[in-house]
């Protein structure tokens, strides 16, 4: 018996517009580049408005062709797909993407630590933050960073995990990331690189 395909309805463009930062406008134009080839680079592989991370990762490596961007998009991928369920739905990237162009700081900031908590258990460890750090240096490639050496990432997340874990217990908390990232000059503008974007 041949199982009927069931698309992925999006909510309601009201109530996404009431959840998130975009207007009705922007949403249309979202969801039509979410379900068509194009715009966004979402393809005609996703015509059921659901992303798994396979698509995602070579979503991703169309925008970093100079390096390895799979790591860094499985990340990514897990800090959009909110619910764990192992896709990214409309309402997922919405929300993300809502936070990421327009979210105050400190939903940035808030988001931006789940991206680096990897395991989900409410801390930054070391180790993930070097998970991050290498995937990004993966990701931008050899060519950009030419006099990099390979113990950089290392070298970075020391300096940054030092500044960060104020009561040196080994792992950050979310307080310690906000107020660390607070009152780094380099990590604010890097956020508000993100605004007026779409």
């Not at 194009?38 to 991703?60: A, D, M, R």
């Not at 993930?128 to 290392?154: N, S």
């Not at 310690?176 to 380099?186: G, L, P, T, V, W």
């Amino acid at each position: 018996m041949e199982m009927a395909t069931v698309r992925h309805r999006p909510e309601a463009l009201e109530l996404l517009e009431a959840q998130s930062k975009f207007t009705k406008k922007e949403l249309q134009i979202l969801y039509r580049g979410f379900k068509n080839p194009g715009y966004l680079s979402f393809s005609h592989e996703c015509p059921s408005g659901v992303v798994n991370e396979e698509t995602f990762k070579e979503i991703y490596s169309q925008f970093f062709p100079q390096g390895d961007s799979t790591t860094y998009a499985h990340f990514l991928f897990n800090a959009f797909d909110t619910d764990h369920n192992g896709s990214v739905s409309f309402e997922d990237f919405v929300m993300g993407l809502s936070i990421l162009l327009r979210g105050t700081v400190q939903e940035k900031l808030n988001w931006a630590f789940n991206l680096y908590d990897i395991n989900k258990d409410g801390y930054i460890t070391k180790e993930e933050m070097l998970d991050i750090m290498k995937a990004i240096y993966d990701m931008m490639g050899k060519c950009t960073y030419p006099v990099l050496k390979e113990d950089a990432p290392r070298q970075h997340v020391e300096t940054f995990f030092q500044k960060m874990d104020k009561n040196k217990d080994g792992v950050v908390t979310i307080d310690e990331f906000i107020e660390s990232c607070q009152k780094d000059e380099n990590i604010m503008r890097s956020m508000q690189l993100f605004e007026n974007v779409i």
